[in-house]
């Protein structure tokens, strides 16, 4: 009997902007199965991170909430345990829940409503990485992201983060096989969350040979020189040490290459896990969501990374499939991974999902039904991490974009008609009132002063407890992944013969004894 719940397949790729797919207009990447997706899918065209960094992207993608509500301000603040999060509510619906791969969870609680992980994670969970307004933007040596990514792109068969995502798509469609043969009955929510494409730029040999050099596009906007900048894009320059480096048009167009490489890559582990659901039956019955935590400059304006606002970095791909349920379409609303929560308790619950407590995004259900775009609608981030010396906020609603922060001069984009975001309208006089407008808007939802203090006095303590736990004994928060030895493959405690009829899919044909 098939489930009345779907089943909730949940791919993340990490810094992959949206500007890089086919399904949102480029004509070179090859990502087959992201197309079909895209084909048969629910395309948001208008999608962003609330914050562009991995962990206060990620925690938002599970609890819904901007990183001023729960202290996730950074990639070294701790995701608190009494947040509720999608995978409880999951749960409370009866479905499975599992991560593989990446999250990037600081602290101790590294499930936050997930019952099982089945892979470490490849960044550290402690508070190592906290950043330190006080400093004004000073470089630190030991983390900050360099050059050396731009400038050693090419072929790698293997690296650190090759061996990280190679184990998380192994295990998996392991537990897509597991789910099939022992637990058919229950709805599972299974998340592959993948490092790549973020750089470095290297790609086995495969995916590099998809491309060739004299093909690879050059940024939409080239270099701009430093004193041109806009004030927070200066300070991502010199944060990473951008001009410590000359870096050639060979070198752009070869970490491009890699790039669009390791997109393929990551399209063809998701060929993967949607042949595994094809030969166990359960693809008509599973959700496929796929999404990305940020984005990536990619040499656009010479920058490199992420940690803005801008479209390169901020815009990311969100595609909701499942052909038996939603019609194919492309939704123009902005949207952010805010809105995941809300929309995968009502995926649950058909539409009828009620919230433990209010959540900065919207659920995304009406809009996978066919409820027309709301016009008003509004996609808001916030950044407090590195690249920044005050709370940055983002609105975007409509063809507009507005980004402010304390000190610097205001943002404002018309992305209709200026979708690479050359021209910032906001000093010009026919657009003052407008961004005025939206920056009393902002400064009425967020209390700027407030989250400045409590984010300078969680970094300070931070930085304190980091030395501190560095001193004696060391008791780690990064993921130890368990696996019960004595419950894989065949053990003395159970029947051999049992064993290997339960372990296959699909079921052998039932065979009668004689002896009956």
Not at 97 to 105: D, E, N
Not at 228 to 252: F, G, I, N, Q, W
Not at 264 to 286: C, H, M, P, W
Not at 438 to 452: H, K, N, S, Y
Request: hydrophobic share 40%; aromatic share 12%; with cysteine.
């Amino acid at each position: 009997m098939p489930q009345a719940k779907p089943n909730i397949l949940f791919v993340i790729a990490d810094q992959l902007a949206a500007r890089y797919l086919r399904a949102y207009g480029h004509k070179l990447v090859k990502t087959p199965h992201l197309d079909r997706l895209a084909e048969a899918g629910v395309v948001f065209e208008n999608a962003y991170t609330p914050s562009p960094l991995c962990a206060p992207a990620r925690a938002t993608v599970m609890n819904g909430l901007l990183p001023s509500r729960t202290g996730v301000y950074d990639n070294a603040a701790e995701f608190p345990s009494s947040i509720p999060t999608f995978a409880h509510y999951l749960r409370l619906s009866g479905y499975r829940t599992c991560l593989s791969g990446k999250m990037h969870f600081v602290g101790p609680d590294q499930l936050h409503g997930l019952e099982e992980r089945l892979t470490t994670d490849i960044y550290p969970a402690d508070f190592g990485w906290t950043p330190d307004w006080r400093l004004r933007q000073e470089r630190i040596d030991w983390w900050y992201h360099n050059m050396t990514s731009v400038l050693q792109p090419g072929i790698a068969e293997i690296t650190n983060q090759l061996e990280f995502d190679d184990e998380a798509a192994f295990l998996a469609t392991r537990k897509l096989y597991d789910y099939a043969r022992y637990d058919s009955d229950t709805p599972f929510c299974l998340m592959a969350s993948f490092t790549h494409p973020h750089d470095p730029y290297a790609a086995r040999g495969k995916y590099w040979n998809l491309y060739r050099d004299d093909e690879i596009d050059p940024p939409s906007i080239p270099a701009i020189a430093n004193e041109e900048l806009d004030p927070h894009s200066r300070r991502l320059y010199e944060m990473s040490a951008m001009d410590d480096y000359v870096v050639t048009e060979k070198d752009v167009r070869a970490a491009r290459h890699g790039y669009y490489a390791n997109i393929s890559y990551v399209d063809d582990l998701i060929g993967k896990l949607l042949a595994t659901l094809k030969a166990t039956g359960q693809l008509e019955n599973t959700i496929v969501v796929f999404t990305s935590d940020h984005g990536d400059f990619l040499g656009e304006r010479g920058l490199w990374y992420k940690m803005s606002f801008l479209e390169p970095s901020a815009h990311i791909p969100l595609i909701i499939w499942a052909p038996k349920r939603f019609k194919p379409r492309r939704v123009s609303e902005p949207v952010t991974l805010a809105d995941i929560l809300p929309t995968f308790a009502d995926l649950a619950d058909g539409g009828k999902a009620t919230l433990a407590r209010k959540v900065d995004g919207r659920s995304l259900y009406p809009l996978l039904c066919g409820a027309a775009p709301d016009a008003n609608a509004t996609a808001w981030g916030e950044y407090l991490a590195e690249g920044v010396i005050a709370p940055m906020y983002m609105l975007r609603r409509g063809t507009w974009k507005f980004i402010h922060t304390p000190t610097d001069p205001d943002q404002l984009f018309d992305l209709g008609a200026d979708p690479d975001e050359r021209r910032n309208l906001a000093g010009y006089p026919d657009h003052q009132a407008r961004a005025q407008s939206f920056r009393r808007e902002v400064e009425q939802a967020f209390d700027i002063p407030r989250i400045t203090e409590q984010v300078l006095t969680s970094q300070q303590a931070r930085l304190m407890m980091f030395e501190a736990l560095r001193r004696g004994a060391h008791f780690p928060w990064d993921f130890q992944p368990l696996r019960e030895a004595s419950e894989q493959y065949t053990r003395n405690h159970m029947s051999v013969t049992d064993r290997d009829l339960q372990s296959r899919f699909p079921r052998a044909p039932d065979v009668q004894s004689k002896r009956r």
